[in-house]
């Protein structure tokens, strides 16, 4: 509790998720993996907010491993890593109990869409997440709520940020 804080925001978890990116300093440089539509939207947001460094894309059928997440991080100077926990596309459950530690190895943010697995899906609580988000509906809470769990020293990188701001004039 003294770590972390919680952001409700009207809406879907797609809704939270642009949230946090647009919130971003100019200058986050997010990779992106992807294994499915989710992984795909969190890469068109990236994109649209200019804060895209690279897409790492998978089949749909496959996991995202932590040897490939290992080798895309060891030479790449991104200061985010956004990925999806459950791909709900093809029902994959990504393995984020180990990858999270390599990406923390390489001083990375993450951004972690648990908009699907949140409170259903075992989670390490000791893993380091910057941001992560999640929905109502996995809690088996009305429609058209969602949150975002982020770390409060992490978050104080969003102040001042807005949408607006991260557009060029």
Do not use: W
Request: one cysteine or more; a positive charge.
């Amino acid at each position: 509790p003294n770590n972390y804080t919680s952001i409700l925001v009207g809406g879907s978890s797609i809704n939270s998720t642009k949230a946090i990116i647009s919130s971003l300093p100019k200058s986050s440089r997010i990779n992106v993996f992807s294994n499915g539509l989710y992984g795909q939207n969190l890469r068109d947001m990236c994109k649209s907010n200019k804060v895209l460094k690279n897409t790492i894309r998978f089949d749909y059928q496959s996991l995202i491993t932590p040897k490939i997440v290992e080798k895309s991080l060891e030479r790449c100077n991104s200061t985010h890593v956004a990925l999806v926990h459950n791909e709900l596309t093809s029902g994959i459950i990504n393995p984020i109990n180990d990858i999270i530690p390599i990406i923390k190895k390489y001083n990375k943010k993450i951004i972690l869409d648990c908009s699907s697995s949140f409170g259903t899906i075992p989670l390490d609580p000791n893993l380091e997440i910057d941001y992560l988000i999640g929905s109502s509906n996995c809690l088996h809470g009305p429609n058209g709520l969602s949150f975002v769990i982020a770390k409060k020293n992490t978050l104080e990188e969003c102040k001042n940020n807005t949408l607006y701001n991260n557009y060029e004039k």
